[in-house]
């Protein structure tokens, strides 16, 4: 492991080129994750046309490294405005607010970098030593039918996540598998609601219908709101904790840790729910929870180091299994796919190389929020100036020609916009986008490998029952379903 | 908002017949007017500006193949546009 390491950094900062896109990837993973209205995800979804002209190792290692930076850096935002940069720092906010009105933002600023750097460091050191076992298990042991089982079990967990009732998750979910049936089916290559027109008989490419939910869909967002950047520059300091305080609060680390790591490994949570069940955590576990959301550093701490350690957890089942778990894996799948690499067990065999640099570019990463986090504060305080009417149409363009290029059709453009439309009065109704991707990428990974299975097992469904791990993850969906609904009932009945 | 929503669908509906390098400045302008800017001069400067760094990056440093259109005078227009592009590479 250590070998494959110090190959992978060799890798990492042998070429120049490669440096850049990582120097590239932390500060902008930071900016795009700090700056209120967009977000690490429309960073991800401009870039992710271009990653084409790179190596595969190079595309994959951006997406990582924002993924990383990207995370923490709305906490700086989250803290001194009570504007989170994204979701997953809204619980930063909680506590890290109140703090910086008592005059301490300094500490917590402090203490949401040191976090942060060790959640994520912790989280790294885990990713490296699990994946490959892991991967070289699946290798034997799981075939189409058991990864249709994982998509569905994450279908299940991701309707859950995000939106504001699991009737609209569960929308969402459906809305994205509808969309993933457009173009040819994966057996018969019978056209499916292409409506006569060729061009979608390939069906919905993954980047404009990305593009068009994240990154249009927040510009509408915006318009509506007329956001002008306006904000009071308070004062900032940096302090570090002091060593004392930090032990202090040793078990509020290395649970948030444990915690992130658990949400990060489940396809379909991810950072933002690591962040919010690690706060809750923190809350439940303390000997005086009303302290908490008046300025207590735990909270920040609980919230940062979560959603940090979620990140390495994330990439685990996608590099072990093909499986993504999130909006930003989901874009790595599709990074995997531009350069005709499939993610999941076998990239291990074919590419190792691959793995290692995009291992050893999360670990430098995850180091380098503490130094570039010390450095970075106060220009990231400068850069909330820039008025959000001129990054916009900026933005705009750069979808535009991200949709266009790839396939050189004009259908894309107008598909990336209209998802842009969709996304945005969606999520003006409390549902949720990372479902709607989840289920469209899902979609299609799943449809092929039941077809495929089906085949495997001469089209007899009761087969699937009698695999035991298939049959593990589908009774695991069935319950947590169950659960779900159970919940939504008894939680209107204490309503009413 | 409406608006805000029908042009980017309008700008791709014209992708093809006019070209993205004609079509491009309109459509940066209309944005930033629709975010509340209502100084032209200020317009105009941040759609220069915006425009140029588009040139700049898909043209001039990705040479990106882009819709040109096929209406002439705004097919016209996108060939001046690489004609220029070439020349000022030395091609």
Redesign the interface.
Same mark, same amino acid.
């Given at each position: 492991m250590i070998e494959n390491f110090l190959a992978g950094s060799a890798a990492l900062f042998g070429d120049p080129f490669t440096i850049g896109i990582f120097v590239f990837g932390v500060v902008g993973g930071m900016l795009f994750g700090a700056i209120p209205g967009v977000s690490m995800l429309t960073l991800a979804a401009i870039l992710l046309p271009?990653t084409a002209?790179l190596e595969p190792a190079q595309g994959v290692m951006l997406f990582a490294v924002i993924y990383c930076t990207g995370t923490y850096g709305g906490a700086i935002t989250a803290i001194l405005f009570n504007i989170p940069g994204s979701a997953e720092n809204a619980p930063t906010a909680f506590d890290g607010y109140p703090m910086t009105q008592k005059g301490q933002s300094g500490k917590a600023v402090g203490a949401a970098v040191l976090c942060s750097a060790i959640g994520g460091i912790a989280s790294a050191l885990v990713m490296m030593a699990a994946t490959e076992p892991l991967a070289n298990w699946a290798i034997r042991n799981i075939g189409p039918p058991e990864i249709f089982a994982l998509v569905f079990f994450g279908l299940v967990v991701a309707s859950s996540v995000g939106a504001r009732t699991i009737w609209k998750g569960w929308m969402s979910v459906l809305i994205g598998l509808l969309i993933a049936t457009i173009g040819q089916d994966p057996v018969g290559g019978i056209n499916r609601y292409n409506f006569g027109m060729t061009d979608l008989a390939a069906g919905i490419a993954f980047i404009p219908a990305i593009l068009g939910f994240f990154a249009?869909s927040e510009i509408?967002v915006?318009?509506?709101k007329?956001a002008?950047g306006k904000y009071q520059a308070p004062k900032v300091s940096m302090t570090f904790p002091s060593f004392i305080e930090l032990w202090m609060h040793k078990i509020a680390v290395l649970r948030s840790i444990l915690v992130g790591f658990f949400c990060g490994i489940l396809p379909g949570i991810g950072a933002t729910l690591a962040a919010f069940m690690s706060y809750g955590e923190a809350v439940r576990w303390s000997k005086n929870p009303e302290e908490f959301g008046k300025g207590k550093l735990e909270g920040v701490i609980s919230a940062e180091t979560a959603n940090n350690a979620a990140t390495g957890a994330a990439m685990i089942p996608l590099l072990a299994l093909g499986l993504p778990g999130g909006a930003l894996t989901a874009m790595m799948v599709a990074v995997f796919q531009m350069h005709d690499l499939q993610p999941g067990p076998l990239v291990f065999m074919l590419s190792p190389d691959l793995i290692w640099i995009v291992f050893a570019a999360m670990f430098y990463a995850n180091l380098s929020i503490l130094i570039i986090g010390v450095l970075e504060t106060k220009t990231i305080l400068n850069l909330l100036k820039i008025?959000?009417?001129?990054l916009?149409?900026?933005i705009?363009?750069?979808a *535009? *020609?991200g949709a266009?290029?790839g396939r050189?059709l &004009?259908l894309d &453009?107008?598909v990336?916009?209209?998802a842009?439309?969709i996304g945005?009065l969606l999520r003006r109704s409390g549902f949720s986008i990372p479902a709607i991707v989840l289920g469209l990428i899902l979609g299609k990974i799943g449809e092929q490998n039941f077809a495929q299975g089906m085949q495997m097992v001469h089209y007899d469904l009761g087969t699937y029952f009698s695999r035991p791990i298939c049959a593990i993850l589908i009774a695991a969906g069935v319950i947590t379903l169950a659960s779900n609904i159970y919940r939504a009932f008894t939680s209107i009945k204490t309503k009413a | 908002m409406i608006a805000v929503l029908l042009t980017p669908f309008i700008f791709a509906y014209l992708l093809k017949p006019i070209g993205i390098y004609f079509s491009a400045p309109f459509f940066i302008a209309a944005i930033i007017w629709f975010f509340g800017e209502r100084r032209w001069k200020v317009i105009l400067i941040m759609t220069l500006f915006i425009y140029c760094v588009f040139i700049g990056l898909f043209l001039m440093i990705l040479n990106a193949p882009l819709p040109q259109g096929n209406v002439s005078p705004f097919y016209d227009f996108s060939a001046w546009v690489l004609k220029l592009n070439a020349k000022l590479q030395g091609i």
């Open positions: 271009f002209s249009v509408f915006q318009a509506e007329k002008s008025p959000f009417q001129f916009a149409p900026l705009l363009m750069l *535009t *020609t266009y290029i050189g &004009v &453009v107008m990336m916009f209209l842009g439309i945005y | -």
